[in-house]
């Protein structure tokens, strides 16, 4: 991860089944991507070490999603069918985390960049290291 200061933070889906949380740095980056399904479901990428990610609750209650090469892994709440967190395919050792459900949303001092993932493969270097864990 980066040098700047990190806290917990917890956050969820809209139903409360299922709970997380992760380091979330100080004033922290979040990509919005332009691919299919971000797009359609608005969501707004943090992409953290696995280390930095803990599921608190609702491992149960979750569906997963894969397409394309399924690398992905989508994890949706199947009560309430929001994707808090999943698996990115740029990022397979870590996880990406919607800002928009954090409780504590949003977070203060948080950038938003584009990420174009309609044309993932000429763009994916950008994101490929985020997770700040080596391959």
């Known amino acids: 991860m980066s040098a700047q200061p990190v806290a917990w933070q917890r956050g969820g889906c809209h139903c409360g089944a299922v709970r997380f949380e992760a380091e979330v740095p100080a004033a922290p980056v979040a990509y919005y991507c332009n691919c299919s399904i971000c797009s359609k479901s608005g969501y707004l990428h943090l992409i953290v070490p696995a280390s930095a990610f803990r599921l608190l609750s609702g491992e149960a209650l979750l569906t997963t ?10 994890r949706f709440c199947r009560v309430c069918g929001v994707k808090s967190f999943y698996v990115p395919r740029s990022n397979p050792d870590g996880f990406s985390v919607n800002l928009r459900c954090l409780d504590a949303f949003p977070p203060e001092g948080m950038a938003v960049r584009s990420f ?20």
Do not use: I, K, M
Not at 116 to 132: C, P
């Open 65 to 74: 999603y894969s397409f394309g090469t399924g690398v992905a892994r989508h």
């Open 116 to 135: 174009d993932g309609r044309n993932w493969e000429a763009n994916v270097g950008l994101l490929a290291t985020l997770s700040g864990e080596p391959r």
